[in-house]
């Protein structure tokens, strides 16, 4: 990683926190998907975290919602009687890291200062947000994990790996 580049510092960190997301959501059995925690589903909490990742990340001003959504899906104080499947959560979560790398490759540190057409925040402000609310979303939702399993979800560090191949779901 180049670090006199922001956008390649910006790439490295979000492929490790993509990662990182896609690994948790594998920490989760079947047997607690649908368990309330906070009084929502489980799912729930994980649709909330990719549902603002999908469109805080870009421009929220240009955003569409996906074809399952309906009203308050994604909000966490509102109950919904619609449920999402591990499927449905990983094929969205796939799509949303498409259209991420997508973006970062059309990045450039010269317009990482810009706003996006009708956004009231630079692109940086965007990223960075998304960063901070992924995190503090993924730390409540491993810690659902760990009461659960004793277990905590592997994450990427900045000196990580990024693992291919098999590898442990969490750390020893």
């Not at 925690?37 to 799912?43: A, D, F, K, R, S």
């Not at 309906?70 to 499927?87: A, C, E, F, Y």
Request: include cysteine; charge should be negative; proline fraction near 3%.
């Amino acid at each position: 990683m180049n670090e006199t580049n922001y956008t390649e510092i910006i790439k490295d960190q979000t492929k490790r926190v993509l990662w990182s997301i896609n690994n948790v959501i594998d920490c989760i059995s079947d047997e607690y998907w649908n368990k309330n925690y906070c009084e929502m589903p489980l799912w729930k909490h994980i649709y909330h975290t990719l549902h603002s990742l999908d469109k805080w990340y870009i421009n929220p001003r240009n955003y569409l919602e996906p074809s399952f959504h309906i009203k308050d899906l994604n909000n966490l104080d509102i109950k919904t009687d619609k449920v999402l499947s591990r499927n449905e959560l990983k094929h969205y979560f796939r799509s949303i890291e498409k259209r991420i790398n997508q973006y970062l490759n059309s990045l450039t540190d010269d317009i990482l200062l810009t706003k996006p057409k009708n956004c009231e925040w630079t692109r940086f402000t965007l990223i960075f947000a998304q960063h901070r609310h992924l995190h503090s979303h993924m730390g409540i939702i491993i810690g659902f994990i760990i009461a659960e399993t004793g277990l905590w979800s592997r994450v990427l560090g900045l000196e990580d790996e990024i693992p291919t191949g098999e590898y442990n779901l969490y750390f020893y």
